[in-house]
């Protein structure tokens, strides 16, 4: 029902009208009955929507028969989109045109119709020509070249053919860096550990790109040259670096070195946001995350993606409300569900720290519709000096403000043993001065105590720098922000004593 539900909320969104398959219009129709009571909600269950189509739940046959024919014709509607330019790269709505006219050249060559379908396949190469499409473009060449040799039109076939030289060649190039760009980013979008162990060989992986970039003069190769250097100085901590690159990519794409098609706005915006972030230009951050917010089409993985700094931002500013605005969005329909279970358990994470802080701070921001995310963590606890450092810090936080005092002295052994264990080297000064602060406060339990103890190691964690994407998750609260919690919590438990 789940994915009924999502089908036809992108159809009805994207469809073209009138609608080829589906008449929208004719309420007697069951399938449009279906799907008018998927699009209003009106339905949770298959037994729900038996009962509305037939006047009772029992009759499973012919629903499954119903339900089976209009999943079909959901699917096949996709060949039938309006697809949104604005909220999609249009390197994407490209590729779907052409794999549209691909479809239907397909289809003549089967009838035997080949002039017709060379004819469609002209069309599909006229816009992977204007897009830089090398792979289409030589899957496109070589259907018209077997349509030639099936007319028997030699002059045209060999035409093709020399055409199809420089697909090729251009073929391996692509293809050696699409391997290259995938496999070095599957290395580094899990634990921080596996981003410590990439950014050792990152250097490396940028010199072979500007090598095939040099070569081939592809926009496809530099594409991903020009992430992977962002994605460099994002692990290195160099921000203010970051505007540079883009400044560059811009200036190649003005001067038409670059193809346009390639060069996305929304990855740099989304890149610009989190410098903002990171070198700590909150309301900046914000006024720009609300402006291009609507450029990314909602509930796709790239707006969960815009949503995550969105959210850090809101909770690094401290603008709560907004926080419980933006999690409810994305919590909302489940289809967050989409993404991969690191993505979901980082959200999860955002939402129980949100959650803790509203409660701490006895806040009048109502959170209950803010839906959870998933109930277990798998991926989080693995990231011992990444996102399973929050989840500690967020578990002995709960202690604090549960007043539970009788073990701290354990709780407090934990931490050290985390910071000794995870917490090392000059990058990750920041993680471990907070813990150093955590385990005095446990310690001491005592409000003024600890806040004159904690004043040097607070200065020192004011002038510690941000350690780089490598090195450390970002923090879903700045340290200074849960410090300050703590001694109120302190504070709160002496009133009660």
Known sequence: MEELKRLVAFIDKYSLSPSPLLNLQDESVLDTKLFHLLKSGEIETDEDAAKKLYGNSKSATSYRMLKSRFRKKLYNHLHFLKVPTQATLSINEAKYQCSVLITEAYALRVVSELKLSTKVLEQALQIADKHELWGIRQRVLEDIKFNYYGLGDQKNYERISDQLSECYRQEIFEREAKELYEFTMLCGGGLTSDRRELIKYLPDVIVQFEELWGKSKSSMIYNYLHQLKVLYLEQL?????????????????????VNKSWFSNQYNNFIRIYALLQSKQYSKGISLAEKHLPDYRKFSVHWFAFIENYLLLTLYNQDYGKTAEVLAEASSGGHFLKLKASSIERLELFRRYFAFIIRCKSLDITSSNVQPFTVDLSFVPKDKSGLNLSLLILEVMEDIARMRFKDMEQQAERVRKYRVKYLKGERA??????????????????????????????????????????????????YEHLWELVLNLLQKKQAVT
């Open 237 to 257: 901590g160099n921000y203010a670096e970051i505007a540079a690159i883009i400044d560059e990519a811009e200036s190649l794409v003005k001067k038409g070195v």
């Open 429 to 478: 000064e920041r993680p471990r001065l907070f813990l150093r602060l955590l385990q005095m406060a446990l310690l001491e339990q005592d409000y003024e105590t600890t806040r004159v103890k904690g004043e040097k190691l607070l200065g020192q964690l004011a002038e510690a720098p941000l350690p780089g994407d490598a090195f450390s998750e970002v923090e879903i609260i700045p």
